[in-house]
């Protein structure tokens, strides 16, 4: 399979894991339990839905751009810096989350943490080769 094919799937599948993520956090309602959060004020609330927002969207969405449409050598830099920045919040989120976390997320959150490892490993091998994408041979 073509590099820029399996990076593309990787992204998507990171987009993936953080719904199934929060899927399985919120599921505790189907059974009656309240699953709100405490923040101190509005606004730390509204901070937070937009961090999570750009975690489990904006950044693997602009590594998808990235992958498929961007030829230029920076446009890979930028991909490998954004899969980084996503492999260093898929670190530090199981670490603080895992403690007091729902069994399923034990399963859950390696698993992304796995791919986001995988990730990684194929854009540096990208960012490292000299040639251009195949979208700008065309």
């Known amino acids: 399979m073509e590099r820029q094919v399996r990076i593309s799937i990787l992204w998507l599948v990171l987009m993936v894991g953080g719904l199934v993520h929060t899927v399985v956090e919120v599921m505790p309602l189907f059974w009656g339990e309240s699953i709100a959060a405490m923040p101190q004020n509005e606004a730390q609330m509204h901070g937070m839905m937009a961090f999570s927002a750009c ?80 979208c700008c041979a065309a």
Request: net charge positive.
């Open 55 to 134: 975690f489990f969207f904006v950044l693997p969405g602009l590594g998808q751009l990235c992958t498929l449409y961007a030829c230029k050598r920076w446009c890979a830099v930028l991909n490998a810096v954004l899969a980084g920045v996503m492999l260093l919040l898929n670190t530090s989120h199981p670490i603080m989350d895992l403690p007091g976390a729902l069994l399923a997320q034990w399963f859950i959150l390696p698993l992304v943490f796995l791919f986001n490892v995988i990730l990684m490993v194929e854009v540096v091998k990208a960012c490292r080769r000299k040639e251009t994408h195949s």
